[in-house]
């Protein structure tokens, strides 16, 4: 992968008439966000053909609420967090996300 070029993969479809389509595949994205700030941007990944996650901290959306004094939480639990939404990212899909947010 050259620099300026994000996709994983590029293949082929023939068409009619001896004609072959250049098709470049990119890994899935995962927004991380605390406020429905990123939605505009999912819609526009996702009507741009690509696989398009968006992450709720614990706390936040429909993910886990934690107790009034557990308000706040550690780097390490959002590093925890962001981690096991990757590895289901790479097991939902064979790829590699990229993490915007």
Not at 5 to 17: A, G, I, K, L, R
Not at 30 to 42: E, G, L, P, Q, V
Not at 61 to 89: C, E, F, H, R, Y
Request: charged content about 20%.
């Amino acid at each position: 992968m050259s620099s300026g070029q994000y996709y994983t993969d590029v293949f082929f479809v023939d068409s009619c008439e001896s004609v072959k389509i250049e098709v470049l595949h990119y890994p899935p994205t995962i927004i991380i966000s605390a406020t429905w700030a990123w939605d505009n941007f999912c819609r526009w990944f996702s009507n741009k053909g690509h696989d398009c996650y968006a992450m709720s901290f614990r706390g936040h959306g429909q993910s886990t609420k934690t107790p009034k004094k557990d308000k706040w939480w550690s780097l390490n639990d959002i590093t925890n967090d962001v981690s096991a939404v990757t590895d289901a990212i790479i097991a939902r899909t064979g790829d590699k996300p990229i993490l915007v947010g």
